[in-house]
C-alpha cells in the first residue's frame, strides 16, 4: 500500500517562501509520477505542478509558473516543492499525489495516491 504524507505547510505572509515535502513508502519512487494539487475553499482541485519519475520532466499550472519548483530525490522517496512570491491567492490545502506510471501529468483522475494534505495560509 502506498503512503504519501506530506509536510512544510503553514502561515506565511504575502512575498515569502515555503516548501512543501512529500515522503512516499510502498512503491518504487522512481517509476511514479509524482504531483502537487491544491484546493481552495468552495473551489475544485487544481493542479499545481507535476514531475517525471526521472525527474527530467516538469509541468506547472499557469497561476504558479516562474514562483513555484518541483523538484524530487529519488535516493530519499520524496517530492519536494519550493513555493516563493507566495500570494494570498496561493491559500489553499496542497495535496501530494503520486501516479504508477512514470509519465509526467497534470490530470487529477491520472493519480491513484493521494496524500492527507498539507495547508498553506498566505497573508496580506
Known amino acids: 500500500q502506498v503512503q504519501l504524507v506530506e509536510s512544510g505547510g503553514g502561515l506565511v505572509q504575502a512575498g515569502g517562501s515555503l516548501r512543501l515535502s512529500c515522503a512516499a513508502s510502498?512503491?518504487?519512487?522512481?517509476?511514479?509520477?509524482m504531483g502537487w494539487f491544491r484546493q481552495a475553499p468552495g473551489k475544485d482541485r487544481e493542479f499545481v505542478s507535476c514531475?517525471?519519475?526521472?525527474?527530467?520532466?516538469?509541468r506547472y499550472g499557469d497561476s504558479v509558473k516562474g514562483r513555484f519548483t518541483i523538484s524530487r530525490d529519488n535516493a530519499k522517496n520524496t517530492v519536494y516543492l519550493q513555493m516563493n512570491s507566495l500570494k494570498p491567492d496561493d491559500t489553499a490545502v496542497y495535496y501530494c499525489?503520486?501516479?504508477?506510471?512514470?509519465?509526467?501529468?497534470?490530470?487529477?483522475?491520472?493519480?491513484?495516491?493521494w496524500g492527507q494534505g498539507t495547508q498553506v495560509t498566505v497573508s496580506s
Open positions: 499525489a503520486g501516479r504508477r506510471y512514470t509519465g509526467a501529468s497534470e490530470y487529477v483522475r491520472l493519480y491513484d495516491d
Open positions: 510502498g512503491r518504487t519512487f522512481s517509476n511514479s509520477a
Open positions: 514531475i517525471s519519475g526521472s525527474g527530467s520532466v516538469t
